[in-house]
Nanobody
Framework: QVQLVESGGGLVQAGGSLSLSCAAV?????????MGWYRQAPGKQRELVAR???????DYADSVKGRFTISRDNAKKMVSLQMTSLMPEDTARYYC????????WGPGTQVTVSS
């Protein structure tokens, strides 16, 4: 059974940094999947934060460009999101997403940025 397991969330002060990781358990052909991070704040729709294609191309939401970096390690079947210069508006639950033949979601990890 495929599972995406996020880790690394927590509470951080504005201006701080956090690194999120997502392990793709039992996901065959991981290298062929596009991987992404989404977030959802209370009362808001889920939105794309960053994504990385199977070929390594990246795409970011305008709100996080220059502050967040997505990367992947195909050998370890992991995708990471390095977040710097965090702001209170980055507070949300962050979800890992895998997309190719099938689409998978993790349960999410909470990121809270205090002002």
């Amino acid at each position: 059974q495929v599972q995406l397991v996020e880790s690394g969330g927590g509470l951080v002060q504005a201006g701080g940094s956090l690194s999120l990781s997502c392990a793709a358990v039992s996901l065959n052909a991981f290298s062929l999947y596009g991987m992404g991070w989404y977030r959802q704040a209370p009362g808001k729709q889920r939105e794309l934060v960053a994504r990385i294609s199977s070929g390594g191309s990246t795409d970011y939401a305008d709100s996080v460009k220059g502050r967040f970096t997505i990367s992947r390690d195909n050998a370890k079947k992991m995708v990471s999101l390095q977040m710097t210069s965090l702001m209170p508006e980055d507070t949300a639950r962050y979800y890992c997403n895998a997309r190719w033949v099938h689409v998978y979601w993790g349960p999410g990890t909470q990121v809270t940025v205090s002002s």
